[in-house]
Structure formats: C-alpha cells, structure tokens
C-alpha cells in the first residue's frame, strides 16, 4: 500500500452548512458541502431554503434512486443549466424516448466488443504526442501534464469517434471550456432556486457561450464531412450519429451537432483527468510506477497490439480505477424526487434533493479500508469485492456512462505507454487541490518533468 503524503483534500465542514455556506461552497468547491460525519453515515439531511436535501451513502438507497425507482427522479434545473451550454440536447441531457434512440445508436459503437479498433486509433494518437514528451524529457524542461493529457484525450476522442483530427481545433476548444469553467460553470443563488423554465441572470450569459461553443462543433463537423467519408462496415460513431439525425432538417442537424459535442466533452475531459490524478498519485510512489513499467515491458503497445496488450494489464487497470475513486470525474449526482417514495426505513418526500456524490461515497470510512490512501490492491483480481454502488466514478443504472468501458481502456493503454517510457516526477510539492467545477478538476496545474527510463 502506499500513501502519498501530498494528497490534500478539501476540509469537511463540522456542522451543517447556513443557506449562505451552501451557496458558497456550490459556488467554490462543492466537495465541501458535506459535514465530516457524512463520511460515515448512511443519510445525512440537510435543507436548504426549506427544502430536505438528503445525501444517500446507503447502496441499498442508492441503487433505490438510481435503477429501481429512477423514473420517480429527475434532473434538477442547476444541474440541467451548468452543462447545457455544453452538450445542448445530446445523450447526457435528453429524456424519454429521445434519449432511448440516441442510446441505442450510441452504445452499441464503445461496447466493450467494439474497443480493438478504438483502441488501435487511440494508440495512433498516444505514438503522435510521444516526440514532444521525449523532447521535454531530454532537455529536462517542465511538462505541463494537465494540458498534455487534455490535448492527448481529445485527440484520441476525434480519431476513434469521428475520424477527425483534433489538433486544430484543441487550443481553442480548451480555452474555451476553462474560461467557461471559472464563469458560467459555478452556480449563484438564481441558479439554485429558479425553475428551469425560468432563466437566472447567469443564463444570458451561458446563452452567448453556447452560441461560441456550438459554432466550433459545427466547424468540427464542417471538417470531418470535407473529409472522405468512412462506408460499410468502417462507419464511425460520427456515420452512426449522423444517418440516425437524417430526415429532420434543421432539427436533425442540431441534434447531431449536440450529440458531437456530448461525446467530445464525455469523451476526453474525464479521462485526461483521469489522467492527471494518476499522475499526481504516480509522482508519489515511485515504486508503484516501476510496477506499471515492469507489467507494460514487452507488450506491444502499438496499434495492432494494443487491444491483447490491455487484457494483460490488470494492475496498471486498477491504478487508473484507484484514481478514479479517489478522483471521480462526476463528484456529485443529483436528482429531485417527483413522488414520495421508500426504501426500507428511509422515506424520500415528494420534492426533496437526493444527492449521491462519488466523492464522499469513495471515501466512506464505513465502505472501505483506508479510503484516504492510495492502494490500487484493492482493484487486483482476487482483490475482496468492492461493495455494489460502493464505487461509481462513471454512475449506475440507466444512465451510467456509455464511453465507461472506454474510458477505463483508454486511460490504461496511455498510463502503461508513459509509465513504461518515463519517471513521472513532480517538480514542487505544494499540494493540488481537487475543485468540482462540472468535473473534478485541480486547482492548478502543476509542473512535471519526466524522465527517460
């Protein structure tokens, strides 16, 4: 097991926060709006302006909201209008039957049996960003990994899901995406009590984003159909995405521009993250990065050899989940009840907020051993089973992420490639704190250096 010291975390408040500490820490860091003992109790209620907040650690009560009575549960406006300027009406917004035809076109392209491919693309664009790495690396220059793996997730995100090249377009996409999460990507109190039928102030504002950010996906999408097309059996998710929006206009072409944009914000920011705090945990424990170099040596992790490479790459897997636990991309889910429901003792009144937050639940002092540390053994196979809906970097239920498997894949085959090829190493030892801004993001981006094995 290992414990780097240089993990910090957000303080835990003792006692429930006013209305005035909810809205400031939903405004700051909502990973601080759970007192200390939330971490070990299996409902924490709170109100807010009246109104219960009840946070589910119990798996029973959460697999309760989430699968047996998820249709008693629905989006809440804050969570609806923080990441609409995003993705529009794509796959992680829509509902009913919309969301039902846009699932089944999407899902079958990252089940697990469609990776190979995939991951052959991704392994293309892990071999395209290694020469500045190793340029960075000779000359003993800083590396800004935080930005490096964006750019590397993303790239990998147009190669295998729309045969794009991303490179661009990224300095503009990433530019966009962080001015817009220090803006309109924190909640104000209009946020947390209006009605998504009517707009907060903040809402003009994400109007005008959206505008800005839904014209880049059209250029992208103007630059994929310049290219030729991919027929028959090669079709992509973008082939898949746009003969599924067909027949309906101009609707049709929104939708599709949405659901571009979905996958392209799901399908690179968690896991450059993802990436991230793996290598944040990484600089702390050499000896956990020799293990990841010493499984990966001798793997063809090239194009051909990167979907057999991974099956043999379980522990480097568990240290990505590892980081995904301590780091879940989606630090809270929440839902409000549309009808009184009960599961067992606990009864959910019509109209309170349930919260489910992986961040806390990740951390349970009553879930798991030594939930602060550090131990991907606890991810090796014949490892004891992690509790059901104990762990949910990705969700559960209906809408659990649809790119998980690929996520996890992914991060793997691009953890096992650096770790293979260089020593990660931090090169100041101030701490990074973790910030729920939409993801869990740091905040800051510190500096690396690598060096050559």
């Not at 209008?81 to 009406?89: A, M, N, T």
């Amino acid at each position: 097991m290992s414990e780097p010291s240089s993990l910090a975390v957000p303080v835990a408040p003792r006692q429930s926060l006013s209305w005035r500490g909810v809205l400031r820490a939903a405004r700051n860091n909502p990973l601080q709006l759970w007192t200390d003992s939330a971490y070990e109790q299996d409902v924490e209620r709170q109100s807010f302006l009246g109104k219960p907040r009840l946070l589910l650690n119990a798996p029973d009560a959460i697999q309760h909201v989430l699968i047996r009575e998820a249709n008693h549960f629905r989006r809440t406006a804050p969570s609806i209008r923080l990441l609409r300027p995003f993705v529009g009406r794509g796959l992680l917004l829509s509902e009913g039957e919309l969301w039902r035809r846009q699932r089944r076109v999407i899902g079958p392209t990252l089940a697990p049996r469609a990776l190979p491919p995939l991951m052959g693309e991704a392994a293309r664009a892990i071999a395209a960003a290694l020469p500045a790495l190793d340029a960075a690396a000779a000359a003993g220059a800083p590396v800004d990994l935080l930005a490096a793996m964006q750019a590397l997730a993303l790239n990998i995100a147009g190669r295998s899901m729309f045969s794009v090249a991303m490179e661009m377009f990224g300095v503009e996409m990433r530019k966009m995406f962080n001015t817009a999460s220090r803006d309109i990507s924190r909640p104000d109190f209009f946020d947390l009590v209006l009605p998504i039928g009517i707009p907060s102030p903040r809402d003009v504002r994400r109007w005008w984003f959206q505008r800005r950010w839904m014209g880049l996906i059209s250029r992208i999408i103007a630059a994929r159909e310049a290219a030729d097309d991919k027929t028959g059996d090669g079709a992509d998710l973008f082939d898949l995405l746009r003969a599924a929006c067909a027949g309906d206009g101009a609707a049709g072409r929104r939708q599709l521009r949405d659901e571009v944009a979905t996958m392209i914000i799901a399908g690179h920011e968690t896991t450059a993250l993802t990436l991230f705090w793996s290598a944040i945990l990484l600089a702390t424990a050499p000896a956990v990065q020799a293990r990841i170099a010493a499984e990966a040596d001798g793997l063809d992790l090239g194009p051909e050899g990167a979907p057999a490479a991974l099956e043999r790459l379980s522990y480097t897997r568990a240290v990505v989940s590892e980081a995904l636990r301590l780091y879940p991309p989606a630090a809270v889910i929440v839902r409000e009840a549309t009808a009184e429901t009960r599961c067992g003792a606990l009864t959910i009144p019509r109209g309170a907020l349930v919260f489910i937050s992986p961040w806390v639940l990740h951390r349970h002092r009553k879930l798991w051993t030594a939930p602060e540390h550090f131990d991907p053994e606890r991810f090796l196979p014949g490892a004891p089973p992690v509790p059901r809906f104990a762990y949910l970097p990705f969700g559960a239920g209906p809408r659990v992420c649809v790119g998980a498997q690929f996520a996890l894949a992914e991060a793997t085959l691009v953890l096992a490639t650096l770790a293979r090829r260089f020593v990660i190493e931090r090169l100041d030892a101030a701490p990074v704190m973790p910030v729920s801004v939409v993801t869990t993001q740091p905040d800051r981006a510190p500096p690396f250096r690598l060096h050559a094995r």
